[in-house]
């Protein structure tokens, strides 16, 4: 039997469908949760969101969140979601390639968690946004 998923942003409800299951990305590695799982709360990691249903599967980056996990029904609410069909990929690297720069110019100690957070960010979109491009099989490799 299908779970039914919502994905919340504060700006729009990004989806809420019934899937077989869906893998999110928890802050100590991915979580998988299918009917029948037992409640949960938790954060949510930069990451991204897998929905299977039957042989459909859709990508979704998400810039960390929560998860509210009932045996019926999972909710996440994240600050920034995209659907990989979504993804402006030229924008992307432009973002990942100022935050490397950045991250180049020695920035000072306050700052470098949130430029290593928009570089990480950036890099999911563009694997999410490759992954639309060549279902199935490998994924954007991550650049370091």
């Known amino acids: ?3 039914k998923v919502e994905i919340v942003t ?6 809420s469908e019934e899937v077989d299951m869906v893998i999110l990305p928890g802050i100590d590695g991915q979580m998988g949760i299918m009917r029948g799982h037992a409640p949960l709360l938790s954060t949510l990691d930069i990451g991204e969101i897998v929905l299977h249903k039957g042989n459909d599967v859709q990508y979704i980056a998400v810039g960390g969140g929560v ?5 019926d029904k999972v ?3 994240a600050e920034v979601a995209e659907q990989a069909e979504e993804i402006d990929i030229e924008r992307a690297m432009a973002a990942r390639e100022r935050a490397r720069q950045s991250l180049e110019e ?3 100690r306050e700052r470098k968690p949130v430029i290593e957070a ?5 890099t999911l979109r563009l694997k999410v946004a490759q992954r639309r491009r060549h279902r199935p099989g ?3 490799e991550e650049e370091r």
Do not use: Q, W
Not at 10 to 15: D, E, G, I, N, Y
Not at 67 to 71: K, R, T
């Open 75 to 77: 909710t996440v609410l």
């Open 10 to 15: 504060p700006h729009r409800l990004l989806a």
């Open 138 to 140: 490998p994924s954007f």
């Open 118 to 122: 928009a570089y990480r960010r950036s």
């Open 1 to 3: 039997m299908p779970i």
């Open 106 to 108: 020695n920035p000072p």
């Open 67 to 71: 998860v509210e996990v009932h045996p």
